[in-house]
């Protein structure tokens, strides 16, 4: 049994970096498996469906079925690496409102029941597997706030969500129930409530007219986590979406798809300075990863991710921050407080676990950043 380490120390930092070269995604599963508790006890009696988009790997899909977790998948590669991993098509639901007749026969071959739609041509899909599916029919809340509106681009109005659900009961097809997604790290947790509360409206008027078994809400992902900037805390966050869900009908299961909540937290990304030149007075650091690399998520993802240097000594200016590849927007950060760096010497992106590494790309022939999971078995750990 190996023992426990903490892969944010620096001497561990510099081990791994030694064993396996750098860039590095260190993902710490110890952290998973502490971000799905601590959403866990705020959420009491919500089953917390992972979504892999946001770190589709083994050692983070693992860790949540693990500590009791389920999956929900959305495309055919992510249906086969849950595959792969053995894991139980039960704990499992594909979320993707938009889906070719490919997609849905890999997900039933798995044996995912469980799908979602949003719109009539997706409802008819499924007309030829009544038997073998079910559908949550995914309404749309916009958010404008949230730093990804979700809800432009999937579900359907509200309005049109009756009629959506009619149709399905005329093709044969069950609808299990609603999902929303409110869009990812939400400021604040009020576009859960009113999504939950208009869902119950819903839910009342189409259990009425017999529109299917309708006993499930999925309230979908969008819990916030901290970056440079701080988010609010999950306790209170979740506080009202609580007292939304003891609002609803009885006999509903409540899921979430929390992505990002999960992994966020857990990984931190480690580059090394591969060169360094001084220009108008301030230092330059190339790394050896950068915004077409695991900080893709500061373009895609608009997050800012805290940043140091793992040596501490030596006074400290402004400085630059640059990526691998010949593209001049390769700028990881300007005006970083950093202490003289060599080459070889390391940077760490904190809270790196979501949306970096999975939006990464090989540009300029680059590699993607090695992931390295430890402490991959609860109580035992250590493990790479
Ligand atoms: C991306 C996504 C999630 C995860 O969202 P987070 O904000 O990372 O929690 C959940 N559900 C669906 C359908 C998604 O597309």
């Known amino acids: 049994m190996k023992p426990f380490i903490d892969p944010f120390e620096p001497a561990h930092v510099r081990r791994l970096v030694g064993e396996f070269g750098s860039p590095l995604l260190i993902v710490d599963c110890e952290r998973i498996r502490a971000q799905y508790r601590k959403l866990a006890r705020v959420l009491p009696g919500v089953d917390l469906h992972y979504a892999l988009k946001p770190l589709p790997h083994a050692a983070a899909v693992r860790t949540v079925i693990d500590a009791g977790g389920f999956l929900d998948l959305a495309t055919t590669g992510e249906v086969q690496l849950a595959a792969a991993l053995g894991v139980a098509p039960e704990r499992c639901i594909h979320s993707h409102p938009i889906k070719t007749g490919r997609d849905i026969r890999n997900a039933l071959h798995f044996g995912v029941r469980t799908f979602v739609a949003d719109n009539p041509d997706e409802v008819r899909k499924f007309a030829r597997f009544t038997e073998r599916a079910e559908l949550l029919l995914r309404i749309s809340f916009r958010s404008p706030g949230a730093v990804c509106d979700l809800s432009r681009k999937f579900g359907c109005d509200p309005s049109?969500?009756?009629?959506l659900a009619r149709l399905a009961a005329d093709l044969g097809v069950g609808v299990r129930g609603l999902?929303?997604?409110v869009g990812s790290q939400a400021p604040n947790s009020g576009k859960h409530v009113e999504a939950i509360d208009a869902c119950a409206q819903l839910l009342r008027t189409a259990r009425r007219e017999q529109l299917g078994v309708l006993d499930t809400l999925d309230i979908g992902g969008g819990f916030p986590i901290?970056?440079?900037?701080?988010?609010?805390?999950i306790g209170s966050f979740c506080a009202p979406i609580r007292a939304a869900l003891a609002r609803l009908p009885r006999r509903l299961r409540i899921i979430a798809e929390p992505g990002r909540f999960i992994v966020g937290p857990a990984a931190i990304g480690v580059a090394a300075v591969m060169g360094r030149a001084r220009r108008e007075g301030r230092w330059w650091y190339y790394l050896d990863d950068g915004l077409y690399g695991s900080y893709s998520g500061q373009m895609y993802d608009h997050a800012r991710y805290p940043i140091e240097a793992l040596r501490s000594t030596g006074e400290r200016s402004p400085c630059v921050l640059a990526g691998p590849t010949c593209d001049s927007i390769d700028v990881i950060a300007e005006n970083v407080m950093l202490p003289p760096l060599r080459c070889g010497d390391l940077i760490i992106g904190r809270a790196m676990g979501a949306y970096t590494w999975a939006s990464a790309s090989e540009f300029n022939f680059f590699p993607k950043a090695?992931?390295?999971?430890?402490?991959?078995?609860a109580g035992d750990a250590g493990s790479v």
């Open 160 to 163: 049109e969500a009756l009629d």
């Open 179 to 181: 999902s929303f997604h």
């Open 226 to 233: 901290s970056y440079a900037q701080k988010s609010q805390e």
């Open 370 to 377: 090695t992931v390295v999971a430890v402490n991959a078995h």
